[in-house]
Nanobody, 120 residues
Framework: QVQLVESGGGLVQPGGSLRLSCAAS????????MGWYRQSPGKERELVATITRGGSTNYSDSVKGRFTISRDNAKNTVYLQMNSLKPEDTAVYYC??????????????WGQGTQVTVST
């Protein structure tokens, strides 16, 4: 069984920063791409950023230049550094690893989500 555990969410004022972490644990082989998604009330889950195992990144236009995704392959951990936060960044942030090799084959995993609230 594989678990993705997020941490680092919380309440921050507009213009502030937060750093999210997501660590994979359990029994598995290699993890390829990892990413962050977010979902606000009444909206669909949307892509925030992705990163390949080799470090190539992709960002949504809404966060480009403010957020930075990174990973530590040795620790099976992905990070999301969020700067210049805006109220519209308020959402539950989910970690995703769409291809993890386990004894049952390739599987897609999601974390439980961590709340980020940007407000005065």
């Amino acid at each position: 069984q594989v678990q993705l555990v997020e941490s680092g969410g919380g309440l921050v004022q507009p213009g502030g920063s937060l750093r999210l972490s997501c660590a994979a644990s359990g029994s598995f082989g290699v993890i390829y791409a990892m990413g962050w998604y977010r979902q606000s009330p009444g909206k669909e889950r949307e892509l925030v950023a992705t990163i390949t195992r080799g470090g190539s990144t992709n960002y949504s236009d809404s966060v480009k230049g403010r957020f930075t995704i990174s990973r530590d392959n040795a620790k099976n951990t992905v990070y999301l550094q969020m700067n210049s936060l805006k109220p519209e960044d308020t959402a539950v942030y989910y970690c995703n690893a769409p291809r993890i090799w386990t004894t049952t084959g390739w599987n897609n995993y999601w974390g439980q989500g961590t709340q980020v609230t940007v407000s005065t």
